[in-house]
């Protein structure tokens, strides 16, 4: 059973406690625990069942502009002692960073609306097995299928506290169901394979096991006798598997910390036109249900939806304390970088 918000909050109260009585100015803390359920199924029998329980404690120690970290998955009082000694006596020899802080007390979140990210359901292995058996069987209901690579199911249950000497203490509970097929098709001595897969936050919501089977099997089959097509000049609609990974180079580009340190190629188009104007560019943080959604980041800094590209012009970056210090800007709730990206819809369908 996943620890609750109580007992997380008190380790990381005492753990705030300990470290300023030792010296330190300031202190956050992030105390975890995660539980994940996988089931691996393949040609109609189980392949393999795991689960894991864990728990883990981030500390970082500051004393005026000294910063140290240190992590465990132990958090037993006596090796909880122990961290938060060694942190202290690290920061006490770390250089100063006139940048070093935790985020000014007025960004950091203080009530929040249900983004609906935790469902309590909880699949029993038999469950996993009956969807991951669903999916296989429907895969198979077109004669070119003739193998599977597996398929999956996990369920992944998570609870945290992040903890600051400034009074900050929250966190709160989410919840990912996952589940993938991947399958094999033969046609006339071509042989191709190829995947789906249902991600999301509430159980109820993943596609339904036939669903993911056809669409499995389809994928593969499209691929079955593929064929040169000429050179030419067209334009072209990325499928959405691949369509996503295109916004990675640009999310990278527009951190505070490769503009800190010139390393974006995106450097000096800050407040200038860098797609067509038929372009914009959002990171929303509050999608109700959405996988990458947070109430704050990775400071405790408050979440908000930022508009990053507006009519093809750079209007914001992806930034956190330190870096966005560096930058003279204050922090958007980014520190960990973006958490819903997406391109507005356009005009066009």
Do not use: W
């Not at 705030?16 to 330190?24: E, V």
């Not at 029998?45 to 500390?59: P, V």
């Not at 359901?121 to 296989?136: R, V």
């Not at 929303?284 to 959405?290: F, M, R, Y």
């Amino acid at each position: 059973m996943i620890k609750d918000k109580k007992f997380l909050e008190k380790i990381a109260s005492n753990c705030i406690d300990k470290a300023k009585k030792l010296g330190a100015t300031d202190c956050e803390v992030i105390v975890s625990n995660s539980i994940s359920e996988t089931v691996n199924f393949r040609n109609k029998n189980i392949d393999e069942s795991k689960r894991s329980d864990g728990i883990g404690i981030e500390i970082s120690t500051y004393i005026q502009k000294k910063k140290s970290n240190i992590s465990s998955s132990n958090i037993s009082e006596g090796n909880l002692d122990s961290l938060i000694t060694r942190c202290i006596e690290m920061t006490k020899i770390t250089p100063e960073d006139e940048y070093n802080s935790l985020p000014d007390k007025d960004l950091l979140a203080t009530k929040h609306k249900d983004l609906e990210l935790y469902d309590e359901t909880s699949i029993s292995n038999e469950k996993k097995i009956d969807y991951l058996k669903q999916a296989e069987e429907s895969a198979f209901q077109d004669k070119r299928i003739t193998n599977t690579e597996g398929s999956s199911f996990t369920q992944v249950k998570d609870n945290f506290v992040l903890a600051n000497s400034l009074g900050f203490s929250m966190g709160y509970q989410s919840s990912i169901y996952s589940a993938s097929c991947e399958i094999i098709a033969k046609s006339n001595g071509s042989m191709e394979r190829d995947y789906e897969y249902t991600q999301k936050r509430f159980f109820s919501d993943l596609k339904p096991p036939e669903t993911l089977g056809n669409k499995a099997a389809e994928r593969a089959i499209k691929k079955l006798n593929p064929k040169k097509i000429k050179s030419e000049k067209i334009p072209i609609i990325f499928e959405q598997r691949v369509a996503k990974s295109l916004l990675d180079p640009f999310a990278d580009a527009i951190s505070a910390s490769s503009f800190a340190r010139g390393t974006s190629f995106l450097k000096d188009k800050l407040n200038k036109n860098i797609f067509s104007k038929d372009i914009n560019i959002i990171d929303d943080p509050l999608i109700s249900k959405a996988l990458g959604s947070q109430i704050f980041d990775s400071e405790g800094v408050k979440s908000s939806k930022v508009t990053l590209v507006k009519e093809g012009s750079l209007e914001n970056l992806l930034l956190d304390t330190y870096y966005g210090k560096i930058l003279k800007m204050k922090s958007n709730g980014r520190s960990g970088g973006t958490t819903n990206l997406y391109f507005e819809n356009g005009t066009k369908s």
